[in-house]
Structures are given as structure tokens and as C-alpha cells.
């Protein structure tokens, strides 16, 4: 079940507005678009369909973090995210519950930051190869969740681990595990 916007307020008006900028929303390419930012970015294609990555700069996967300031396994899971070649932003926020209701994160699958890549949520502390793994696939869903804050998660390292499951989850709130750890 999903948590309903109770009535709209300005702050809230606003945070829509903000979120609007944020990197990888929903745009729409055609495939003309996406060939000529292909080779805008010196990424061509060669004999047999094969692609070449040029001298140019290349794109990176794009990810806005969204987490409270004081938090640090945020930051953690973060670096984890850059170590693996994403361009990281991280954005401190202090309403996260807000946060988290604009982008349609179920309730039940809540972490303590959220995150958005390719117009997918990323919620918790969700390990990247299963972030590349939804990036490859391109399933028909919300996004990715690991629920609370499991120790041995990414950005949750220490002494001990605790086992965890990466839910795949939909706009409606339904969820299945995608992967298990």
C-alpha cells in the first residue's frame, strides 16, 4: 500500500518544481535523438552493429542521492555508486518523508535515502550490480529497494552481515524480490 497525498501544500508545489531538474527523469527520446547523442558523445556504431567508444567524453549514468544531512551510510553507499563509474550527486535534504512520496517509494520498502537513475528509484542500500543489472534489463517498474538499513549492505559494512533481499517494485506498491543476498 502506498502512502496518498493528503492535500497539496506551496512547500510541497515546490518541491515538485525542484524536482522536475533533477537528472534522469522521463524524457522522451526518439531514435534519432538518442543515435545523434551517441555520436555527440564519440560513441559510434560499427560493422555488425557493434559499439566504439570515441576519444570524446563519454556519458555517464547520472544519479541524484537524496538523504538526511546527517547521515552517513548515505554517503557510504554513495561512494560505492562513483567507485563504479556513476556521477554521483548527493542532495541533503531534511524532509525525506516528502522526498520519498514524490518519487512513490511503498512505505513497507523504506531505507534511509532514496535515489534516482534512468527515472528508476533506488531506494536504500541497494548493491550496484543490481542497479546495472535493472539498467541492462529495463524491466517495467518503479524501481529497486532494499528495505531498513541491513548490516553488510553496501554503505552498511562492519563486522557483522546480515542476510538481505533487493525488492523490485511497482507504482502501485507490489513488490518481488529481485535478488537475494
Not at 41 to 68: P, R
Not at 93 to 114: A, Y
Request: hydrophobic share 40%; charged share 25%; aromatic share 8%.
Amino acid at each position: 500500500m502506498t502512502r496518498k497525498r493528503e492535500s497539496e501544500t506551496p512547500e510541497s508545489s515546490q518541491m515538485a518544481a525542484r524536482l522536475d531538474e533533477i537528472p534522469g527523469k522521463a524524457k522522451s527520446f526518439t531514435r534519432r535523438k538518442t543515435l545523434l547523442a551517441l555520436l555527440g558523445a564519440g560513441i559510434g556504431i560499427g560493422a555488425g552493429g557493434a559499439l566504439f567508444i570515441g576519444s570524446a567524453k563519454t556519458m555517464a549514468n547520472e544519479v541524484v542521492v537524496y538523504k538526511n544531512p546527517s547521515c552517513g551510510c548515505c554517503s557510504n553507499w554513495a561512494k560505492h555508486l562513483r567507485a563504479e563509474g556513476f556521477a554521483v550527486e548527493v542532495k541533503a535534504v531534511d524532509n525525506m518523508p516528502e522526498v520519498k512520496e514524490m518519487f512513490g517509494t511503498p512505505w513497507q520498502l523504506e531505507s534511509c535515502h532514496t535515489a534516482i537513475v534512468d527515472n528508476y528509484v533506488i531506494e536504500g542500500h541497494v548493491p550496484v550490480r543490481e542497479i546495472k543489472r535493472l539498467l541492462a534489463e529495463r524491466p517495467v517498474a518503479r524501481g529497486l529497494a532494499v528495505p531498513g538499513m541491513p548490516a553488510g549492505s553496501p554503505g552498511m559494512e562492519g563486522r557483522y552481515s546480515d542476510p538481505y533481499k533487493v525488492m523490485l517494485f511497482q507504482t502501485d506498491g507490489s513488490a518481488k524480490v529481485y535478488a537475494s543476498y
